[in-house]
């Protein structure tokens, strides 16, 4: 056509020769289109076929470049607002871990201490625990599941990076246990309500960040808050107070360079750092346990299966493991979405609940001395919480 309109300038009827020659054009665009139409059902190609309709209906050619608009002009357009990724879904996440971890605990706590009435023996119960939760996390992997447990093999690297973290664990888990074996699960726990001082130094110490000062101050209604409740308490012992202050301690390290594991070993999950400190818990636990209390431990099983039968001894054995490989996951998972100080004051809230739960359950005596402490110490946990939340929103 570019052809016989160059040859036709300046001969008469040029004009009338390229008028005929563009309405043959757009006629047989129109038709093409048509019958287009009705053999493609598709909506995208009715779409399409009707932009190229139109653009010859205007007098476009069908060059390249007009067919490469109408092309682009028929993709469907996506005008559904993206879904809100706001901080409500992290938080109801991180709420329901906390439930969850709430929940088991209560329940590990219970049957734990009544385990203990029949069988005193703290050292090989750790053991059992943790033995316990190495079996599950075995099955677990084998039958293919392996993100509720290890995930993944480790290296040598990595399992020296958790070796650490998880000394901290099995030490302090027996020296829970010790103070569990001795005294109430209310003087046990509320000594435990310190452990927030432990990791906000520790935190400070280790990993080097600082927590505010208007922070650190709420953390003195809790400190006396416990201190009232534990001198008013009527079970009070050296062996229990002790052993709840070491377990701060160590579980203060724990929280602390378990977050800084988790943040060299990003890809492994919480719940796989866990099945791993679990393993390395039973290798640190398991020797221990036989050379405390391996001389008599025959003849304590035999007085426990005496009293309450072999079934309900083994029973006790096999829940109180579970629960506590369950609540201390779901204490992990909860220590991977919040920074450590926060962690102990969840801790401090869960001892409350533990606390009121063993007194209803057990039949435990509070002193009123006991329990405006912890009305005390609950109270500079809520402030606590508040000043944190302040901090984070003006850092931010």
């Avoid at 665009?29 to 909506?43: D, I, S, Y």
């Amino acid at each position: 056509m570019v052809v016989m309109m160059t040859t036709s300038v300046g001969k008469p009827g040029a004009l009338a020769t390229v008028a005929k020659t563009s309405a043959v054009a757009r006629a047989h665009l129109l038709r093409r289109g048509a019958a287009t139409v009705a053999r493609e059902a598709t909506p995208r190609a009715r779409r399409r076929t009707g932009s190229i309709a139109a653009l010859g209906a205007r007098g476009v050619s069908a060059t390249s470049g007009p067919r490469h608009v109408a092309r682009a002009s028929s993709e469907p357009v996506d005008v559904t607002p993206p879904a809100a990724k706001g901080p409500t879904k992290e938080t109801l996440i991180t709420a329901g871990f906390i439930t969850l971890w709430y929940a088991v605990n209560v329940a590990f706590n219970l049957t734990n201490k009544s385990l203990f009435k029949h069988f005193p023996y703290p050292w090989t119960v750790s053991t059992v625990h943790v033995l316990v939760g190495t079996i599950y996390c075995a099955l677990a992997y084998a039958v293919g599941a392996k993100k509720a447990s290890f995930g993944r093999p480790i290296t040598k690297k990595e399992f020296g990076m958790i070796f650490a973290p998880a000394s901290m664990h099995a030490l302090g888990h027996i020296a829970a246990n010790l103070s569990f074996a001795a005294v109430a699960i209310s003087l046990t726990h509320t000594v435990k309500t310190l452990e927030p001082v432990f990791s906000a130094s520790l935190q400070w110490l280790i990993m080097g960040q600082a927590t505010p000062v208007p922070v650190l101050l709420s953390l003195v209604p809790i400190i006396g808050g416990v201190a009232m409740a534990v001198c008013g308490d009527l079970t009070f012992n050296l062996m229990g107070f002790a052993g709840a202050m070491i377990s701060n301690l160590t579980f203060g390290l724990r929280a602390v360079l378990s977050k800084k594991t988790m943040g060299a070993l990003t890809d492994l999950s919480s719940t796989s750092l866990y099945a791993y400190t679990t393993l390395i818990s039973l290798l640190v636990c398991a020797p221990l346990a036989l050379i405390v209390e391996g001389p008599t431990l025959k003849a304590g099983a035999e007085a426990a299966i005496e009293s309450i039968g072999a079934t309900q001894f083994c029973l006790y054995l096999v829940a109180v493991g579970m629960f506590y490989h369950l609540y201390n996951q779901f204490a992990f998972n909860t220590l991977q979405r919040v920074n450590p100080v926060s962690h102990g004051v969840a801790n401090v809230v869960k001892r409350i609940i533990i606390i009121g739960s063993s007194v209803l359950f057990f039949g435990n005596i509070l002193t009123r001395q006991t329990i405006l402490g912890t009305c005390i110490a609950l109270a500079g946990t809520a402030l606590y919480t508040e000043l944190q939340n302040r901090s984070k929103a003006k850092s931010k």
